[in-house]
């Protein structure tokens, strides 16, 4: 069945740097677009950034642009956040999601199981 | 950016209950809205997509309405499973893609 893995998370000083990854399975992960969604905590869900299946373009929360990059590596399903420059308001529980389906991006299915990134000193 | 808000922010509600949930955008989005049901600690599971389709696997209690600025999203007969929390979300203008900022559905 299709499954979607994130790992990555924990506590960081802000200002620094940490790497998500989100190991896909389950499904032709090189047809399908990719998102980031975090949600603060006791707070809503707020989209972050998608990547297209092949990586040619990618679009990110104003929030996170110039700090945040999303990419991909279809050869080992696996998606990744980059997240640098952290900051006290990045803290959350990130998770990765699919495209529900690969020729009509719009709502996402399924979503992985999130990973905290908790950023403090 | 489109906004999304839904109404109520908290529900009460008994088992067997029909209840409604409203989402409403800042403009028009057709019918390209999504509902989904969040356990707590747990990740977000789709239950409709455009505005009225029933996902596979949900229960037919679930059914979503509306176009253009509002919409509803009904449980017909609530049961112990579906106390949770609810989000709308946007797909008609991206990015941003936009949720709503939840439903609490909680046992009266």
């Known amino acids: 069945q299709v499954q979607l893995v994130e790992s990555g998370g924990g506590v960081v000083q802000p200002g620094r740097s940490l790497r998500l990854s989100c190991a896909a399975s389950?499904?032709?992960?090189?047809?399908?677009?990719m998102h980031w969604v975090r949600q603060a905590p006791g707070k809503g869900l707020e989209w972050v950034a998608v990547?297209?299946?092949?990586?040619?373009?990618?679009n990110y929360a104003d929030s996170v642009k110039g700090r945040f990059t999303i990419s991909r590596d279809n050869s080992k399903n696996t998606l990744y956040l980059q997240m640098n420059s952290l900051r006290a308001e990045d803290t959350a529980v990130y998770y990765c999601?699919?495209?529900?389906?690969?020729?009509?991006?719009?709502?996402?299915?399924?979503w992985g199981q999130g990973t905290l990134v908790t950023v403090s000193s | 950016d489109i906004q999304m808000t839904q109404s109520p922010s908290t529900l009460s509600a008994s088992v067997g209950d029909r209840v409604t949930i409203t989402c409403r955008a800042s403009?028009?989005?057709?019918?390209?809205l999504a509902w989904y049901q969040q356990k707590s600690g747990k990740a977000p599971n789709l239950l409709i997509y455009?505005?009225?389709s029933l996902e596979s696997g949900v229960p037919s209690r679930f059914s979503g309405s509306g176009s253009g600025t509002e919409f509803t999203l009904t449980i017909s007969s609530l049961q112990p499973d579906d106390f949770a929390t609810y989000y709308c979300?946007?797909?008609?203008?991206?990015?941003?893609?936009?949720f709503g900022q939840g439903t609490k559905l909680e046992i009266k």
């Open positions: 455009d505005a009225s």
């Open positions: 979300q946007q797909y008609h203008i991206y990015p941003p893609y936009t």
């Open positions: 999601a699919k495209d529900a389906i690969a020729v009509r991006p719009g709502w996402f299915d399924p």
């Open positions: 990547i297209a299946y092949d990586g040619s373009n990618k």
């Open positions: 389950g499904f032709t992960f090189s047809s399908y677009g």
């Open positions: 403009q028009s989005i057709s019918r390209w």
